[in-house]
């Protein structure tokens, strides 16, 4: 896979993409950038992926692409910023509420990871960013932001479950959601093995015991 050095006088988006939102056509640019990078990833993986089959795809010239995000992993480093500003707008407009189950939440939490996870575009797309953050810097901000809004996203649940009394008090929330969806990466990962509805919900299950248990307090 190439690594392209940025040109000289390559804008402060090649320095660290995703950390400016531009307007206008420059919007439009970047959208159909990233929405091309996204299909060739699916179509190819993270190793295959190259910036001028982006540009090609994108229909946009090769010094663009070249200029703004410099290399491949910088390119999957915005890819994932957009990908968590849309899923950051949803949480604002569709606020989590809990069903004030714990049961309920952390199976609903695990579901909502394991069908990500084996969705046909989303599964392959977080297979190839967790690829390309374990060798460049900016990707793994991306991801550790990404992954941390979403720990921050369901924490309410837990904390709604310590003060009903189903937790013990001092109870670490984040830390029982990353129980919940820590074993459902490892499957894809590394495990090789299904991820349906019934390994959510044994991991789910596996999250609630240890908690009751307070295994997460402090």
């Known amino acids: 896979m190439?690594?392209?050095?940025?040109?000289?006088g390559a804008s402060a988006d090649a320095a660290d993409p995703g950390t400016v939102r531009p307007g206008g056509r420059t919007a439009r640019v970047r959208a159909s950038v990233l929405r091309a990078a996204g299909d060739a990833l699916v179509e190819h993986g993270f190793h295959s992926l190259d910036l001028?089959?982006?540009?090609?795809?994108a229909e946009v010239g090769k010094t663009t692409v070249y200029r703004r995000w410099g290399t491949?992993?910088?390119?999957i480093a915005d890819?994932?910023?957009?990908?968590?500003?849309?899923?950051?707008?949803?949480e604002q407009s569709v606020p989590r509420t809990g069903s004030g189950s714990?049961?309920?939440?952390?199976?609903?939490?695990?579901?909502l990871v394991a069908a990500t996870l084996t969705d046909p575009?989303?599964?392959?797309?977080?297979?190839?960013?967790?690829?390309?953050?374990t060798c460049d810097e900016r990707t793994a901000r991306a991801l550790h932001r990404?992954?941390?809004?979403?720990?921050?996203?369901?924490?309410?649940?837990?904390?709604g479950a310590v003060a009903r009394g189903e937790l013990p008090a001092g109870t670490d929330a984040r830390e029982?959601?990353?129980a919940v969806s820590a074993p459902l990466y490892y499957r894809v990962l590394a495990g090789g093995d299904p991820l349906d509805e019934a390994a959510a919900d044994r991991a789910a299950t596996a999250a609630e015991s240890a908690a009751r248990a307070g295994a997460y307090i402090g």
């Open 2 to 8: 190439e690594s392209v050095v940025p040109t000289k």
């Open 52 to 57: 001028a089959d982006v540009a090609r795809r």
């Open 72 to 75: 491949t992993t910088g390119l």
């Open 79 to 90: 890819l994932l910023a957009d990908m968590a500003d849309i899923a950051d707008m949803a």
């Open 102 to 111: 714990l049961t309920e939440d952390l199976r609903s939490n695990a579901r």
């Open 121 to 133: 575009r989303q599964g392959l797309l977080f297979k190839a960013v967790i690829a390309a953050a």
């Open 146 to 159: 990404f992954y941390a809004n979403r720990i921050k996203e369901w924490a309410p649940c837990v904390e």
């Open 176 to 178: 029982v959601i990353r």
